[in-house]
């Protein structure tokens, strides 16, 4: 097949492709709001026969607060929460080390395993510290040591911005 011929093919797929997307489209319902019409318009739309598409990950939730942070000990040549917000401008871009208890876990967002830690230290807005990493995730509860470089004021896009994070940390369970 010469190369004219399959540069034709994709015209012509590319064509009809675009003609399919152009076809109308149902008119939204107007007495309630266009969000909530979504998921019925993309339901009646689609073949019978598609598989239904896989659903996003969860909405990000809360930090637990039923995890007990007492008696969290700093790790050797390590930082409390609170000191690391408080010289966090010192320590951009530096390798930290924390203890901490798991408060709440996300998996495979962004290709990444998220955790929230704390170790009691802190107030309310500089008490929690978000780490990311590409390794197992430990389960809520658990008192872990991280590792990592500490970044300041990451924004991921999509409502996933942060003071404070540690990205691909290493976090070991202890």
């Known amino acids: 097949m010469s190369k004219f011929t399959v540069a034709c093919l ?14 109308e489209q149902p008119e939204p319902v107007t007495d309630a709001p266009a969000a909530e019409n979504m998921p019925a318009m993309a339901a009646e739309s689609m073949p019978s026969d598609m598989p ?13 607060d039923d995890v007990d942070l007492s008696g969290i000990e700093k790790a050797e040549g390590g930082k409390t929460i609170a ?7 010192q320590l951009a871009g530096q ?5 901490g208890k798991v408060v709440k876990t996300n998996a495979g967002i962004m290709g990444k395993n998220w955790l929230h830690v704390r170790d009691g230290s802190g107030a ?16 809520v ?6 590792t990592g470089p500490l970044e300041l004021d990451k924004d991921f896009g999509m409502g ?13 369970v202890e």
Request: proline letters at 8%.
């Open 124 to 139: 309310e807005g500089s008490n929690n510290l978000t780490v990311t990493t590409p390794f197992v995730l430990p389960n």
């Open 160 to 172: 996933y911005q942060y003071d404070l994070i540690v990205e691909d940390a290493q976090v070991v």
């Open 95 to 99: 390798e930290i080390v924390v203890r």
């Open 141 to 146: 509860g658990d008192t872990v040591v991280v």
């Open 83 to 89: 000191e690391i917000y408080a010289e966090k401008d």
């Open 52 to 64: 239904a598409m896989p659903e996003s990950h969860p909405a990000p939730t809360e930090p637990s």
């Open 10 to 23: 994709l015209a012509v797929t590319a064509a009809v492709s675009l003609t399919a997307c152009a076809k």
